[in-house]
């Protein structure tokens, strides 16, 4: 991809993302974003990590487990937002991908105005999975990046008529696809039986819920003691990803009478790995069930707790996916629709590889114009004076986008104060999931008593 200005230097992309699954998302869409130059190009493109602090902020392990995304572990930070703003300004980055939550892509869109750079990157931002809930929320609070990248037809056809529906320009969404769809098609093997149940850390959100598939899950265990059955888990207890979980399946299981069958497991890993094993995945709502019926695997969505959208199973209707664990346990296998599958960005007919030439492209002219426009976000202080103030301060703004008094202090970066700053910093962290996890749960079931 040709660069804006000199085409000896490196292209240089940011990707500021906030828990383990954006990290994924964004590293992946800046790789696939920046592939594929043109003949005769020799342009190099160098990405950088950088990690929004905060209580999703990934662990090492987390990151591990992502996979390879390209990005070596020696370009990736830690950063709070305003560090992150200093960094844009004092780094010169031609593309800025952010794959963040819909409220801090808006305090980023705003602080990016603010600095009021000569020539500023190209911002690019998306979602990192199925959109089943606060769409025009999470769409308006995107809007004003330059690129607002949709995962299927579908999803590119919804979020326009939002856009145009409050009177927003909408010629930044820009279909393309999921950028971690891959490996090999499924191809059963002699001997192998394998279910995986890909579990979600906030659906379903209560203890009942959540024991009842676990019970179930372990039910199916026992009833094909031939199958083996994973239970794919998204986090270590203590760990947060892009949602909070405060029932993890671990803890449940723990408790579950009987104890396990020999033929369960829980499994952690890259979902790309528990899958190259699937002979049919199960799940609520799981964006996984996208990756697996990109590989053509068995895949079913359960209507055990109904078809809600706070469950966001309702995404899947018309899909042919739909059904139950009695029906699962009698061997029943859900046949995708075709119709349904063409308008979801799956892509399992092999046009994965040209899913994003359209993005591409349309970064490619941005990056060749001149000067870009303005950033100019759908809400401003004078279109949203009780509500966009309040997502700046989160991030330690002021309605204007420039730092609040005292955000911009430098960091500690090594010695005694250093090392102290961090340790309290991880003491907070600890304490903050420790009340998620363990007090919060307490306290809302005393509140029901």
Avoid at 118 to 139: F, H, M, Q, S
Avoid at 248 to 260: D, F
Avoid at 370 to 377: F, G, H, K, N, S
């Amino acid at each position: 991809m040709p660069p804006r200005t000199d085409k000896t230097t490196a292209l240089r992309v940011a990707v500021l993302a906030d828990s383990d699954t954006r990290w994924k998302w964004g590293a992946l869409t800046a790789r696939r974003l920046t592939t594929g130059a043109p003949a005769g190009s020799a342009q190099r493109v160098e990405i950088s990590g950088l990690l929004l602090r905060g209580r999703a902020t990934p662990t090492p392990r987390q990151l591990a487990e992502v996979g390879d995304v390209g990005i070596d572990a020696d370009r990736v930070r830690e950063v709070t937002a305003v560090e992150f703003l200093h960094a844009v300004r004092d780094e010169g980055y031609d593309v800025v991908v952010l794959a963040l939550v819909g409220g801090a892509v808006q305090a980023m869109l705003h602080g990016l105005a603010a600095l009021r750079l000569p020539a500023r990157p190209v911002v690019i931002t998306g979602y990192v999975g199925v959109v089943y809930e606060k769409l025009a929320d999470g769409l308006l609070l995107r809007h004003g990046a330059d690129v607002v990248l949709a995962n299927s037809r579908h999803d590119a056809e919804r979020f326009r008529a939002v856009y145009e529906g409050v009177g927003a320009d909408a010629s930044a969404v820009t279909e393309a696809a999921l950028p971690f769809l891959g490996g090999e098609p499924h191809r059963p093997q002699e001997g192998r039986d394998t279910v995986v149940f890909a579990a979600q850390p906030s659906v379903p959100a209560s203890r009942a819920d959540r024991t009842y598939l676990l019970r179930r899950l372990v039910e199916h265990a026992r009833l094909h003691p031939n199958r083996e059955v994973l239970l794919k888990l998204r986090s270590k207890p203590g760990e947060h990803t892009t949602h909070i979980e405060e029932l993890p399946y671990q803890r449940l299981a723990e408790k579950l009478p009987g104890g396990l069958p020999p033929n369960f497991r829980l499994v952690y890993g890259h979902m790309g790995e528990v899958l190259d094993q699937a002979d049919l995945l199960v799940t609520v709502s799981s964006t996984a069930a996208l990756e697996s019926l990109h590989r053509r695997i068995p895949t079913a969505i359960l209507t055990d707790l109904g078809v809600r959208e706070a469950l966001g199973n309702h995404h899947f209707v018309g899909s042919g996916l739909l059904t139950s664990w009695d029906h699962l346990d009698g061997g029943h296998r859900p046949e995708p629709d075709g119709a349904w599958l063409a308008g979801q960005g799956v892509a399992a007919d092999g046009t994965y590889a040209t899913a994003y030439d359209h993005a591409r492209a349309r970064v490619e002219v941005l990056l060749a114009a001149t000067r870009l426009p303005d950033l100019a976000p759908y809400y401003t202080p004078a279109t949203a004076p009780g509500y966009l103030p309040g997502i700046l301060a989160r991030h330690h703004l002021a309605p204007d986008g420039h730092p609040l008094p005292g955000a911009a202090a430098p960091r500690e970066t090594g010695g005694v104060r250093g090392a102290v700053r961090d340790a309290v910093r991880e003491a907070a962290r600890g304490a903050y999931r420790q009340g998620v996890q363990r007090v919060a749960p307490v306290i809302r079931r005393m509140g029901e008593l």
